[in-house]
């Protein structure tokens, strides 16, 4: 698989820290670049008794999930996401909309491959306020992050 053939990734959660990126990544996550962009058509959920969230197609929903369109991927960092990310998350092929261009942008997002358990809408800014370390502390991890306790 050539560079040309890797999808940008759209970063919704936990990702979107650049505290988590350096965890991940190490000196890989300089080699993104990242363009703030959005998504519709979709909910963002706390995922019940974990530090990290979900994302579930709406497509009634007509509010943005915020987040970063990322570049700059090679194999050797999609590889690190996918550990990363776990057996719970794979890659599926959406839409997103970066905001500054105003153009759709076919990409991927992790999404969850079974029903999860979650609980209220998981807000970003909150996250970082109130449970970043909490997910530092009992969820992280490189080779695949903890499921829920």
């Given at each position: 698989m050539n560079k040309s053939k890797i999808l940008p990734l759209f970063f919704?959660?936990?990702?979107?820290?650049?505290?988590?990126?350096?965890?991940?990544?190490?000196?890989?996550?300089?080699?993104l670049i990242l363009s703030d962009a959005y998504l519709i058509g979709f909910k963002l959920?706390?995922?019940?008794?974990?530090?990290?969230?979900?994302?579930?197609?709406?497509?009634?929903?007509k509010k943005p999930i915020l987040?970063?369109?990322?570049?700059?991927?090679?194999?050797?960092?999609?590889?690190?996401?996918?550990?990363?990310?776990?057996?719970?998350?794979s890659r599926y092929k959406v839409y997103a909309y970066e905001?500054?261009?105003k153009i759709k942008i076919s990409c991927e997002i992790y999404m969850p491959?079974?029903?999860?358990?979650?609980?209220?809408?998981?807000?970003?800014?909150?996250?970082?306020?109130?449970?970043?370390?909490n997910f530092f502390e009992i969820d992280f991890s490189k080779k695949g992050i903890l499921g829920p306790r």
């Open positions: 919704y959660g936990t990702l979107r820290s650049q505290e988590v990126r350096d965890a991940v990544l190490d000196k890989n996550a300089n080699k959920f706390k995922v019940k008794n974990a530090n990290y969230p979900l994302i579930i197609k709406d497509t009634l929903s987040g970063y369109l990322v570049k700059g991927l090679d194999k050797k960092i999609i590889r690190q996401l996918d550990l990363f990310e776990g057996d719970n998350y905001t500054k261009k491959n079974k029903s999860l358990a979650y609980t209220d809408e998981w807000i970003f800014e909150d996250w970082c306020k109130l449970n970043k370390n």
